[in-house]
C-alpha cells in the first residue's frame, strides 16, 4: 500500500526537522519511496512575524501490517510529531517543528 503524507515545520531547523520525520516514518512505517521538492510557503492565518513553513510531500510504502490501518497509521504520525516536540494548542494555529498530514492512501477515501 502507497500512501503519500505532508510534511512541514516552520520552528528550529526545517530541513533536518523534515528529513527527521522521513527517518522516523521509515523506521515505523515503511519505506520512503519518493520526496517532492521542498517549498517555502507562507504561515497562512497565522501572525505575520510567524516563520514560513518548508514543506514537501512523501510516498511511502507501508510494511504489511500497517496497510489496512489508516487510524493506527495516523496515531503513529502523531506519535513521531510529540517526539519531535509537536504541542497542539486547543484551539488556533500555532508554530511547530514537524506537522505530518496523510493525503493520499492509495484510492480510498477517508474522513
Do not use: C
Not at 503519500?4 to 515503511?30: C, F, P, V, W, Y
Not at 513553513?53 to 487510524?71: G, Q, T, V, Y
Not at 493506527?72 to 488556533?92: F, N
Request: cysteine-free; hydrophobic content about 35%.
Amino acid at each position: 500500500m502507497r500512501i503519500h503524507i505532508a510534511t512541514g515545520s516552520n520552528l528550529g531547523d526545517r530541513q533536518k526537522h523534515l528529513d527527521e520525520a522521513d527517518r522516523q516514518m521509515t523506521e515505523s512505517l515503511g519505506l520512503v519511496l519518493r520526496t517532492s521538492p521542498t517549498y517555502r510557503t507562507e504561515a497562512i492565518g497565522m501572525a505575520p512575524e510567524t516563520p514560513d513553513f518548508l514543506n514537501r510531500i512523501i510516498e511511502l510504502e507501508l510494511h504489511a501490517p500497517w496497510k489496512d490501518r489508516p487510524e493506527q497509521v495516523m496515531a503513529t504520525l502523531l506519535a513521531i510529531e510529540q517526539e519531535m516536540g509537536r504541542q497542539r494548542p486547543k484551539e488556533g494555529y500555532t508554530s511547530r517543528p514537524i506537522d505530518l498530514d496523510i493525503v493520499l492512501w492509495g484510492n480510498r477515501v477517508l474522513k
